[in-house]
């Protein structure tokens, strides 16, 4: 049998972080006392109108100008009828055939679409369950109903768990840095679907999909989508056929549940909505939109490439703009060396002497300046100190600041040359381990270690490690 190709769509809801809610002048919320952010338009009284919220329309327009959609000239809201006690009108406001964000790419993954839409009502489940005979009941909480939300749909690019996820995080990243969101999972201000399937490798048929249901972090996201792609491998694989679903996967026990079938597929009558005029965005507000956006991650990240970085290291940075902005201070003072180098040090011994100190916040907020930061990496670079010297040099700069050439000088971590002093050094650490100058000889290379490392401590890590290596090879 053919080997199987996973394929991933996912659907995205972003709350966005307006002040009042998509048609009413209640506050957004999260945490408050329930049902005290209401008022008739978001409960559904009688006769009252929807108003779009101005602000959620500029809010979609900039994450359609984000991910590079097309913006409808004319969308139109539809009401999307459903009964369930988290929607008190027995419909959703949301945008159907014609969204406000048409088709557009983040990164490798093309989107479908983004409309505009408003949130459902929170429904708590409080005691035990059962019908009838259960002490448990439903409670609904209004304040989230009518919160703006953006749905962000995208094609079936993805092609595994991993990735999906590691997508999933470059938009939740993006939404962020535009400041239109909270992106908050945990708290349902960002809530990922993701609709899977297989099919045979090199087939360009879409196989029938499952749709999985509102998984609350990237990780269970990951885990979701290959414990079903795991499950819809051995189906297959055993001569047996996907049925379309929809499931619910329990991030504690790993197991997927079926939430409804096809055949309890909602029919959800869409019709035009008839209380609110198509949104016909003007010139202006487009222009604004696009001049709005900050340098985004998928655009950083190939900037850094470009300057030499590894994916991981532009990506690392690309996701924290103030680090970002930081290490180009840094790329800045340090005329002549390479970015990557930079770039490693400030994302990699710099986080971690920040971490090791307990230091709140990054780079940015430092003691270290950044010209400071380039002047220990030259010194470094130069061989004026070792690696290790250059980690205790930062170790202290991060406590205290200061030029690193005087705490080199202070702490007299200035680098042994291929000194007599270092020389004897070496001999020193030979005479006081025969057993590996033994295994040397022998041609384990791996026992070099012990006399490298004797050496180390004898010049408190401030020998040249190749040079070491060298004086080692040159007396066996
Ligand atoms: P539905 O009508 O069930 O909502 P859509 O065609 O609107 O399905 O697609 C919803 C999401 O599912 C999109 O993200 C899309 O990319 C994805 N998708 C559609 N078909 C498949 C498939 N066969 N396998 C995986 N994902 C799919
Ligand atoms: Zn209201
Ligand atoms: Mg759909």
């Given amino acids: 049998m053919a080997e199987l190709e996973a394929v991933i769509g996912l659907e995205i809801h972003v709350q966005l972080a307006t002040k009042t809610k998509m048609f009413c002048g209640c506050e957004l919320s999260f945490g408050d006392e329930p049902n005290v952010h209401t008022c008739p338009v978001c409960l559904a009284h009688p006769g009252v109108l929807p108003?779009?919220?101005?602000?959620?329309?500029?809010?979609?327009?900039q994450i359609g100008a984000a991910l590079n959609c097309e913006i409808a000239p004319r969308s139109i809201f539809h009401r999307k009828n459903y009964f369930y006690p988290d929607s008190p009108k027995a419909y959703q406001i949301s945008q159907y055939d014609i969204p406000i964000c048409g088709a557009g790419r983040l990164g490798d993954v093309r989107i479908h679409r983004a409309h505009l839409e408003e949130d459902a009502a929170k429904m708590i489940h409080v005691g035990e369950s059962g019908r009838i005979h259960g002490s448990g009941a439903s409670l609904v909480d209004f304040n989230r109903g009518g919160t703006p939300l953006v749905e962000i749909v995208t094609e079936p690019d993805l092609r595994d768990a991993a990735e999906a996820a590691q997508w999933a995080r470059l938009l939740r990243e993006t939404i962020r840095q535009l400041g239109v969101s909270d992106v908050n999972m945990e708290e349902g201000s960002l809530r990922v679907d993701a609709n899977v399937s297989v099919r045979p490798a090199g087939s360009e048929e879409l196989g029938t999909k499952t749709e999985l249901k509102n998984m609350n972090s990237f990780r269970f996201l990951q885990r979701g989508v290959e414990a079903e792609l795991a499950r819809q491998r051995e189906l297959v694989e055993s001569g047996g056929t996907v049925e379309q679903e929809t499931l619910h996967f329990d991030p504690a026990s790993g197991s997927l549940t079926s939430l409804r079938s096809k055949e309890e597929a909602h029919d959800y009558r869409y019709f035009p909505e008839p209380d609110l005029v198509p949104l016909v965005p003007s010139e202006e507000q487009l222009r604004e939109a696009r001049e709005s956006l900050p340098e985004l991650p998928v655009a950083r990240i190939a900037r850094y490439q470009e300057m030499g970085l590894a994916y991981d290291v532009a990506l690392t940075l690309a996701t924290d703009p103030r680090t970002a902005g930081y290490f180009e201070n840094v790329v800045e003072a340090g005329e002549g060396i390479e970015p990557r180098v930079l770039a490693?040090?400030?994302?990699?011994?710099?986080?971690?002497?920040?971490?090791?100190?307990?230091?709140?916040?990054?780079?940015a907020d430092s003691r270290i300046s950044p010209p400071?930061?380039?002047?220990?990496?030259?010194?470094?670079?130069?061989?004026?100190?070792?690696?290790?010297?250059?980690?205790?040099?930062?170790?202290?700069?991060?406590?205290?600041?200061?030029?690193?050439?005087?705490?080199?000088?202070?702490?007299?971590?200035?680098?042994?040359?291929d000194s007599g002093e270092l020389e004897a050094i070496v001999e020193k650490a030979m005479a006081d381990n025969p057993d590996a100058v033994e295994k040397i000889r022998e041609g384990n290379n791996k026992a070099i270690g012990a006399i490298v490392g004797a050496v180390m401590r004898e010049t408190k890590g401030r020998a040249d490690g190749g040079e070491v290596n060298r004086l080692i090879q040159e007396k066996l």
């Fill in 372 to 417: 400071d930061l380039a002047k220990l990496v030259r010194l470094v670079q130069e061989k004026k100190i070792s690696h290790g010297s250059g980690k205790k040099v930062l170790a202290a700069m991060v406590k205290g600041g200061g030029d690193p050439e005087k705490i080199v000088e202070r702490e007299g971590l200035a680098q042994m040359s």
């Fill in 51 to 61: 108003v779009p919220n101005e602000q959620a329309i500029r809010y979609a327009l």
């Fill in 344 to 363: 490693n040090w400030v994302t990699g011994e710099l986080a971690a002497a920040l971490r090791q100190a307990e230091v709140d916040g990054g780079a």
